[in-house]
């Protein structure tokens, strides 16, 4: 869905704007900076599963300018091995959503085999049900912890009240970005939005316009 930079005036329609095949680096030092890379976006998935905004459908730039630094990051995965410790006695089933979660994105997070994508939003789906699974249980454990009675009632009806409110949240951005795939038009100017430094997205937008024979604005784009 990228399109490539076309002028106004030529004959030939506008094509995609590809990324750049992450299998087609061979150097060494490459491969390197693309395993942190991968780390970091690793971190970023994390992230978005737990508030998913904004979502884009050009993560190049996110992962340099969004995503956790590499230490941040580090520091993330490091936590989440313990907590996976942590709950192999104690709750399983969070043990499982987090090795879930993991090994789901393995195969498409540049630490195997590389792919042609730093990150993208599908890759997560299957991954966010293990996610799902690591919460809900980890909700469940903390509640049968509570061990001062007169705290329950307070910390059940809060548990009960921040799910709602969460899910109302989630429920709100996802209307929201319903809105944005509505015409490619909408698409572009949301990723020049959140993207605004990205000349990809800038071209892509312009060549959205383009073709709804916005000719005028197109040009301010393609400047």
């Given at each position: 869905m990228y399109v490539?930079?076309?002028?106004?005036?030529?004959?030939?329609?506008?094509?995609?704007?590809?990324?750049?095949?992450?299998?087609?680096?061979?150097a060494w030092d490459s491969?390197?900076?693309?395993?942190i890379t991968s780390i970091k976006s690793l971190a970023y998935y994390i992230i978005l599963s737990i508030y998913p905004y904004p979502l884009s459908i050009d993560y190049d730039r996110f992962v340099a300018t969004r995503a956790p630094l590499l230490i941040q990051a580090i520091l993330l995965h490091v936590s989440i091995v313990l907590l996976f410790f942590f709950f192999m006695?104690?709750?399983?089933?969070?043990?499982?959503?987090?090795f879930w979660f993991y090994v789901s994105l393995a195969p498409v997070s540049n630490t195997v085999?590389?792919?042609?994508?730093i990150m993208n939003e599908r890759f997560l789906y299957?991954?966010?049900?293990?996610?799902?699974?690591?919460?809900?249980?980890?909700?469940?454990?903390?509640?049968?912890?509570v061990t001062k009675k007169h705290y329950e009632t307070y910390v059940y009806t809060t548990l009960i009240c921040t799910t709602i409110l969460y899910g109302l949240l989630l429920a709100r951005?996802?209307?929201?970005?319903?809105?944005?795939?509505?015409?490619?038009?909408?698409?572009?100017?949301q990723e020049v939005l959140i993207n605004p430094l990205s000349a990809r997205t800038h071209s892509n937008l312009a060549t959205a316009l383009h073709l709804e024979d916005k000719q005028q604005e197109a040009i301010v784009e393609y400047g």
């Open positions: 490539e930079r076309g002028g106004i005036a030529s004959h030939r329609s506008p094509r995609l704007i590809s990324h750049t095949p992450l299998s087609q680096i061979a491969r390197i900076n693309i395993f006695r104690r709750e399983r089933l969070v043990s499982l959503g987090i085999f590389l792919v042609n994508s299957i991954g966010s049900i293990g996610f799902v699974i690591a919460l809900v249980f980890g909700l469940k454990y903390a509640s049968d912890h951005l996802t209307f929201n970005r319903l809105g944005d795939w509505y015409t490619e038009v909408n698409l572009w100017k």
